[in-house]
């Protein structure tokens, strides 16, 4: 078997030459292994989020539309009383 590297030497070949540093090696086979992962993520998970996301969207136009238009309507009743107030100055003198 073989050393602290993880080699596993196979020695039905008998020995081969000398390496550089002066030592015979024999046949040596190295394992190599593969690790896979697979992951599962959904592209679309159903259209409930989207469907809440739109309805959300289409609150807060309908809120500010509501908003915008009593605004106006207040604006156009101050100014209606404002010249109330005014004929009525006119009226008294």
């Not at 602290?4 to 081969?16: D, I, L, N």
């Not at 390496?19 to 024999?26: A, C, E, L, N, S």
């Not at 539309?65 to 009593?70: H, K, N, S, V």
């Amino acid at each position: 078997m073989g050393g602290e590297s993880g080699e596993v030497a196979c020695g039905t070949h008998g020995p081969q030459p000398e390496d550089r540093q002066g030592t015979t090696t024999i046949n040596q086979l190295y394992l190599t292994s593969m690790v896979g992962l697979q992951v599962n993520v959904p592209l679309f998970a159903g259209g409930y989020t989207v469907s809440q996301q739109r309805q959300a969207l289409a609150n807060i136009e309908r809120y500010q539309q509501l908003y915008e238009g009593r605004r106006r309507e207040v604006a156009q009743q101050v100014r209606k009383e404002f010249q109330n107030v005014g004929s009525m100055k006119t009226k008294s003198r």
